[in-house]
């Protein structure tokens, strides 16, 4: 659309402004709208997590832009599910700060505009790129650069203190042979070292992160159990056992921490839905695997693990320690 210069109309800027400085194209939407507007509003997008395309605060980002632009009225606009919520909650904003004055919306390239225009109430403008910068891509460029700067390291600090604490998913699978006793063998277990481990006398369950790749679900289960044992149990019954809070000593002292779920599954050649057909190696991370008997558990068992295999030996599923 074509603009004019109307300095009773009021200039509503949207945007994230995700990067570390403004660059080229910020500033050339900004100085557009100053050039039609006495009256500006800047609304700042505020997502309910940082991550990697949010990862700057709503604090950050004020600083930023009034060190530049010390006339602009900034206010945030929380991220919401709904594209529809999101338009009306902006509308409703738009009218408290500006009741009387008509208003006009800008964005820049890939703006919020696409996301407003179905379900908003105002007039809204894309402005041309020049410089074609992509916020993503700035990002991308200075993620690996390290500064030898208090600030730099007063920012890292920064970071860490101002988010939500992570609780990290991890699977451990308990895997045994006779445990359904089909045959006079005693029930064993199948533990494993990894590689920082080899020197000390203790064991772990088969077990690692969730990752996303995996999907999720018993696919988690059945790629850690692949990747760190060799055993296929895709055809095999997987039960689950319970949920651990872990005492990991990576999160000792911090407010993050690992919640693991236990899964078990028998590999006993006997057990009818079990296709166990795989050579025992061990993999990933995991430099030794070894057979234990039900007696021999309680004094080569690592810490980490030694509660919730002992409940589950003792049928004592409901304790979570």
């Known amino acids: 659309m074509k603009i004019s210069t109307d300095y009773k109309t009021t200039g509503i800027i949207v945007a994230r402004l995700q990067v570390h400085e403004l660059h080229v194209e910020h500033k050339a939407l900004i100085e557009k709208v100053r050039q039609y507007h006495k009256k500006i509003f800047l609304f700042l997008g505020v997502a309910p997590v940082k991550t990697d395309k949010n990862p700057l605060d709503y604090p950050t980002r004020v600083k930023m832009v009034l060190s530049e632009y010390p006339d602009i009225i900034i206010l945030p606009l929380q991220d919401v599910e709904s594209d529809q919520v999101w338009a009306e909650n902006l509308d409703k904003l738009i009218k408290i700060v500006e009741p ?166 028998d590999i006993s050649s006997e057990w009818k839905d079990n296709v166990f057909s795989n050579t025992l190696c061990a993999g990933d991370d995991i430099a030794y695997l070894e057979w234990f008997k039900e007696n021999e558990i309680k004094d080569v068992i690592r810490n980490t693990h030694k509660q919730m295999l002992l409940n589950f030996i003792n049928k004592n599923y409901g304790i979570n320690s």
């Open 100 to 265: 009387k004055n008509k208003v006009l919306l800008y964005g820049g390239r890939d703006s919020f505009i696409k996301y407003y225009k179905p379900f908003g109430s105002f007039e809204t403008v894309e402005t041309l790129s020049t410089f074609d910068i992509s916020g993503t891509e700035v990002r991308e460029s200075i993620s690996n650069e390290v500064l030898n700067t208090s600030d730099f390291r007063a920012g890292q600090i920064y970071q860490i203190y101002n988010r939500y604490p992570i609780v990290y998913p991890t699977v451990d699978i308990i895997i045994t042979k006779n445990y359904y006793k089909t045959n006079n063998e005693p029930t064993e277990y199948l533990l494993g070292k990894k590689h920082a481990e080899i020197n000390d006398d203790y064991w772990r369950l088969i077990g690692g992160f969730i990752e996303k790749r995996h999907g999720g679900g018993k696919n988690s289960i059945i790629a850690e159990v692949l990747e760190e044992t060799n055993l296929d149990i895709s055809k095999s019954i997987i039960t689950f056992v319970n949920q651990y809070t872990i005492d990991d000593w990576r999160y000792r002292g911090s407010k993050d921490s690992i919640m693991t779920t236990l899964f078990h599954v």
